[in-house]
């Protein structure tokens, strides 16, 4: 199900990523989750929540790496 605030995302990602990075994996998964609605459109037999999430991490990935200190930060450009 798409997620309406920051608040009702995941534990897994409300306590590891900084605010900013919490906004873009609700954006690429509320997005995703729309994209991939039919199964046709997913590659294997994942659901589309969890199709959703995989984007959404992906997304966040592009952005955003998780440091030595175990806390995820910011790309350098």
Do not use: C, T
Request: a negative charge.
């Amino acid at each position: 199900m798409p997620y309406d605030s920051r608040s009702a995302l995941p534990d897994s990602v409300q306590h590891v990523l900084p605010a900013h990075a919490q906004d873009i994996y609700m954006a690429a998964f509320n997005s995703a989750w729309d994209e991939y609605k039919d199964k046709k459109d997913r590659k294997d037999d994942s659901s589309r929540e969890e199709v959703a999430h995989k984007v959404a991490w992906a997304a966040v990935k592009h952005q955003y790496e998780k440091g030595d200190d175990d806390k995820w930060h910011k790309k350098s450009s």
